[in-house]
Each structure stands twice: as structure tokens, then as C-alpha cells.
């Protein structure tokens, strides 16, 4: 799937390549415009209420990937400026394509991070709410070692053998891409588990249904751009330029759009005129609990120790004004 300098091609074929490699650079570059806006966004809000540990946590993981995504934007558009501009011709412009070694190769070492950073997020945020229990994680922790040993082997072999790079970009993607939608099942199914003793079901649902939204449509964006690179890699032409330029972006924005929604109030749960607090309870392994005491809906989204914890006996109750997981 890459370009290589000793490749001759018919102009009809090097023209279609350029023409989907132009288009889905400009789509990418606007897609990272919009992430550029909402990390923007989310730091200012981290930033206008009283700065906390979590909020401090949360502001430079959201950064990391802010710096990891344009990293790999700045490397694409030199390639990209180069071949678009000192090519004269569809063959020169073709072989100047991904032609430094040293700028592909550092736009992949970032992309991987930003994925790992991004799967390590969701396994966290599984991990907290399952009440640190281990047994839960395990599977996607799997899944995360199976996509580094994979994405390792890709990174190896990608610029030499289109058959090769196939076999170990297929699995790599879809390794994250189980992590993300088994986490947010489990995270989501918790939720609604234990809501489902204090209000029902349906009462749970809507109770927390600005949490569950956040998850659900950030993981639906993060996993509908990978299933759709992992239907159009393998295919013949080039459809699969225009998904593999966005993953660089959204897999940044996925969790950047979690942080700010949350900052902003719309993960907090919904109660009646007649309440004056809530309560969550999840039920800790070892049957040790925990006693979260919250001031923002924020604290907890990525952090372990929450602020405000005792040990206590018999589940993990959260309770305060506002509630999230």
C-alpha cells in the first residue's frame, strides 16, 4: 500500500493514486484543523474552573496526543508539499512520495503512540469502574499487546511487500479496534447494571444517559473510521487513502471529545426537583470498597485515585452532587 521509487506505472494509475493521495491529505489536514479547535476547547475548559490533579492528568494526556497527531501532520505535508511541488511530472511525483524514510517512519512511531495512548485510556477508564478489578481488563489488555507486537512487525515491513503489510495491518487494526468497543460495552453495561438497583433499567438509562451518549458516540467515531480502513485496505484502488489519513486525527479527537464534553457539563446526571444527591454503587474486588466524594463530573473520567477516597466495607459507593465513571 505505500509508493516505491522503483515502481513504473501507467499515467492512468499514477494519476488516480495522486488524485486520492491529494484529496485525502486536504481532508486530513481539515480534520486536524477541527481537532486543533476542540483540543483548544477542551483545555480551556479544564482551565476556567478550579485546577485539580485529575484536571491536570487529564490536560496532558489530551496534549500528548494534540502533539503526537501534528507531529504526524507536519511529516505528511512535507512529503506531501514535496512531491506536489518540485514534481514535474505524475511518475517524479510519485516517487517523491513517501520517499524519506526518516519522516515516514517518525509519522508511524507517532501514530502508534497516539493509538496505544488511546487504548491505554479506555482500558483505564474500564479499569476504574470495574472497581480496579483486573479480571475485567484482561482481554483488552491482550488485545493492546497483540496490536504492539503487530504494529511492530508492520512497521518493519511496510515500505517492502503490499501482501505483507496487509497480513499485519489487518490484525493491528483490528486489535484496537476491539479494545475500544468491548471497553466501552463493559464500561456502559456497568452503568447500567448498577443504576438498575436505585431507579430500573430504563430509569438508569436516563438518569445517566449523558455519560453513556459521550462514550457510546466517541467510541462510534473512533471505531466506524477503522472498520471502514479495515474494509477498504485490502481492496483494490485507493479508497482506503481517505480512512487511513483521518485515523491520524480522530484517534486523537475520540478522547479529546470525551474530556470536553464531560468539562462542560454534559456527563452530569440527570436527577429530579425532588433529589438533592445521587448515589452509584459498584461493588469492589476482594469485597474492599471505596467512597468517592466528587466536586466536578471531570475528576474521575481518567483518573484511578479519585479525590476524596476512604476505604470502607462492602461496595464502592460515589456519591455528591454529580456523579461519573
Not at 487513502?241 to 479529546?256: E, K, V
Amino acid at each position: 500500500m505505500s509508493s516505491s521509487a522503483d515502481a513504473i506505472l501507467p499515467e492512468m494509475v499514477l494519476q488516480g493514486w495522486l488524485d486520492a493521495n491529494f484529496n485525502s491529505h486536504l481532508l486530513a489536514y481539515f480534520a486536524h484543523g477541527v481537532y486543533t479547535g476542540i483540543f483548544g476547547m477542551s483545555i480551556w475548559l479544564l482551565l476556567v474552573n478550579s485546577v485539580s490533579r485529575a484536571r491536570i492528568y487529564m490536560g496532558c494526556i489530551i496534549t500528548a496526543l494534540y502533539i503526537f497527531a501534528t507531529i504526524a501532520a507536519i511529516a505528511l505535508w512535507i512529503d506531501f508539499s514535496d512531491a506536489f511541488v518540485i514534481g514535474t511530472s505524475f511518475q517524479a511525483r510519485y516517487d517523491l512520495m513517501s520517499s524519506s524514510v526518516l519522516l515516514e517512519t517518525m509519522s508511524d512511531i507517532v501514530e502508534a503512540l497516539n493509538l496505544l495512548i488511546a487504548d491505554c485510556i479506555m482500558i483505564w477508564r474500564c479499569w476504574v469502574v470495574w472497581g480496579h478489578d483486573w479480571k475485567v481488563v484482561i482481554t483488552p489488555i491482550f488485545f493492546v499487546i497483540i496490536e504492539i507486537a503487530c504494529g511492530c512487525i508492520l512497521l518493519v515491513h511496510q515500505t517492502k511487500d503490499d501482501v505483507i503489510t496487509i497480513a499485519w495491518a489487518l490484525p493491528t487494526m483490528a486489535m484496537t479496534l476491539g479494545t475500544n468497543i468491548l471497553c466501552t460495552g463493559l464500561i456502559v453495561g456497568r452503568i447500567i447494571h448498577v443504576a438498575r438497583g436505585h431507579r430500573g433499567v430504563m430509569g438508569g438509562i436516563r438518569t445517566y444517559r449523558g455519560v453513556i451518549e459521550i462514550l457510546v458516540e466517541s467510541a462510534a467515531l473512533y471505531s466506524l473510521i477503522y472498520m471502514a480502513l479495515m474494509i477498504l485496505y485490502p481492496l483494490e484502488g485507493y479508497g482506503y487513502t481517505y480512512a487511513q489519513r483521518l485515523t491520524y486525527p480522530i484517534t486523537g479527537i475520540a478522547p479529546t471529545l470525551i474530556i470536553a464534553r464531560v468539562a462542560s457539563g454534559q456527563a452530569r446526571p440527570v436527577e429530579s426537583s425532588h433529589e438533592t444527591q445521587s448515589s452509584l454503587h459498584f461493588q469492589a474486588s476482594r469485597g474492599s470498597t471505596t467512597e468517592a466524594e466528587m466536586d466536578d463530573v471531570e475528576e474521575d473520567m481518567m483518573q484511578g485515585n479519585m479525590e476524596g477516597t476512604t476505604l470502607i466495607t462492602g461496595r464502592l459507593e460515589l456519591s455528591g452532587s454529580v456523579e461519573e465513571v
